[in-house]
Structure formats: structure tokens, C-alpha cells
């Protein structure tokens, strides 16, 4: 089963008021465990970076200026995700600014039923407690202190290792037998080791027992020569 944890930055909260994406990273997941197959680029907003969403994320446009424009990086996109199902963090607004700038281009645009939210998941599991990347990850006990700003594609790596937890968590031993796309075990092979039969004695009166019941049986099978009956 492939997954797609993906992550964007910004230049604001509403695409409608002319907010632009300017930062796209993506992690690939077979069997709910990363491949080490990533998608990341920056993106030219083709505007001015706020100073509250630089504190965020530390993209200046002067950065961005000679990054690719989304219609550049648009098809390489689509063709990473494909048709997997997509793993966001408040999906609601990453599909939002996705789908604003898909539209732009005069693409398709992605339906929400294709993204599972990872916000919803850890509030139903968690009710009242706090949801965002870094409360999850410190709940887990997953090592973010390189997280000093967001970032697409570290964020979404993080969030490929809360979205585990969140379902289950790896069990010891889950790769064992875990097929990649080819077929071909990924898992540590199972070496089965031969031990010698232990020596082990019956106890005297255990035999003498066991020989006087024997000596009662009548033409037992073990003494026939195959012609008594």
C-alpha cells in the first residue's frame, strides 16, 4: 500500500487573498514505512514574503526568487504522488493552496477524500490535548530538536513517524517479511538454528513399570514377522 506524507509552507493562510505556495515536500511510504523515495521543491510565489510567515518557515522571496514557478514543477508533482492516498497535517489547508495554484494552471484539482488528516486522527485519540506537529512528536517521544522553523519536507518526515505511531506503532519485528514494490523481502532473513537432542534418562522404577505393562500385551505389532496374525 503506497502513502504520500506531504507538507507545504506558504506565504500566508488564504489562498483567496492571494497567498502562494512556496514550498513543497513530500515522503513515500509502502506498508506504512518510509522508502527513502522524497519529493521537495521550493517554489517562486511570484510576490512578496510577509514577515510573519518568514518567521515562520525563513523563506525570503529574494531566496525564492530564482526557484521555479508551480506550473515548472507542476507535472513532476503529480506524477510522485500519483494516485496514492495523501497524509497531510490539517489537510484542509495544505489541499487548499495545492488546489488553488492546480486551478491556476487550468489542472485538475484534488479531491479532499484522497487525504487523510492527521490532525483529526491524533484529536479523536487525544481529545483535549494538543495536536500540532511538535506536540505529537514530543508526545511519541520522536526527535524533533532539529526543528528550529518549519520546513516541508522535515516536517514531513516527522510526520511520516507521528502518522505511524498514530496507527498502531511499528511492532519489534514489523519488517520481517515486509515485500517492496518488486516483490522482494526487505526484512532481516530468519536463521533457525539446529540444536542437538538433549540426553535425558527414564527413571529405574518408570522402566520397570512400563516392562511389566508391555509384558501383558498379546503378540504386540513389534514382535510380528509378518506371518502371525
Same mark, same amino acid.
Given at each position: 500500500m503506497r502513502e504520500i506524507v506531504l507538507d507545504t509552507e506558504t506565504t500566508g493562510f488564504d489562498p483567496l487573498s492571494g497567498h502562494r505556495? /512556496?514550498?513543497?515536500?513530500? /515522503?513515500?511510504?509502502?506498508?506504512?514505512?518510509?522508502?527513502?523515495e522524497v519529493f521537495h521543491r521550493y517554489v517562486n510565489p511570484e510576490r512578496d514574503? =510577509?514577515?510573519?510567515a518568514f518567521k515562520v518557515h525563513g523563506l525570503?522571496?529574494?531566496?525564492?526568487?530564482?526557484?521555479?514557478?508551480?506550473?515548472?514543477?507542476?507535472?513532476?508533482?503529480?506524477d510522485f504522488i500519483a494516485d496514492s492516498t495523501l497524509v497531510i497535517h490539517n489537510a484542509e489547508f495544505d489541499m487548499r493552496?495545492?488546489?488553488a495554484e492546480l486551478a491556476r494552471i487550468g489542472r485538475p484539482t484534488l479531491p479532499m477524500s484522497r487525504a487523510i488528516d492527521t490532525v483529526a486522527m491524533a484529536r479523536k485519540r487525544f481529545p483535549g490535548a494538543q495536536a500540532n506537529l511538535d506536540?505529537?512528536?514530543?508526545?511519541?517521544?520522536?526527535?524533533?530538536?532539529?526543528?528550529?522553523?518549519?520546513g516541508?519536507?522535515?516536517?514531513?518526515?516527522l510526520l511520516a513517524e507521528v502518522y505511524?505511531?498514530?496507527?498502531?506503532?511499528?511492532? =519489534?519485528?514489523?519488517?520481517?517479511? /515486509?515485500?517492496?514494490?518488486?516483490?522482494?523481502s526487505r526484512g532481516t532473513p530468519v536463521v533457525r538454528i539446529a540444536r542437538p537432542a538433549r540426553p535425558?534418562? /527414564? =527413571?529405574?522404577?518408570?522402566?520397570?513399570?512400563?516392562?511389566?505393562?508391555?509384558?501383558?500385551?498379546?503378540?504386540?505389532?513389534?514382535?510380528?514377522?509378518?506371518?502371525?496374525e
Open positions: 505556495l /512556496v514550498e513543497i515536500g513530500c /515522503v513515500e511510504l509502502f506498508n506504512h514505512l518510509p522508502t527513502g514574503m =510577509p514577515e510573519e525570503s522571496a529574494a531566496f525564492l526568487a530564482d526557484k521555479p514557478l508551480f506550473s515548472d514543477i507542476a507535472q513532476s508533482f503529480l493552496f495545492l488546489n506536540a505529537l512528536c514530543r508526545r511519541f517521544d520522536i526527535d524533533n530538536t532539529h526543528r528550529t522553523q518549519h516541508a519536507l522535515l516536517d514531513s518526515e505511524l505511531q498514530l496507527i498502531g506503532g511499528r511492532q =519489534p519485528g514489523l519488517e520481517l517479511g /515486509v515485500l517492496d514494490r518488486q516483490g522482494a535425558h534418562s /527414564v =527413571p529405574e522404577a518408570e522402566a520397570e513399570t512400563h516392562a511389566a505393562f508391555i509384558a501383558k500385551l498379546k503378540n504386540p505389532i513389534w514382535t510380528r514377522d509378518g506371518t502371525s
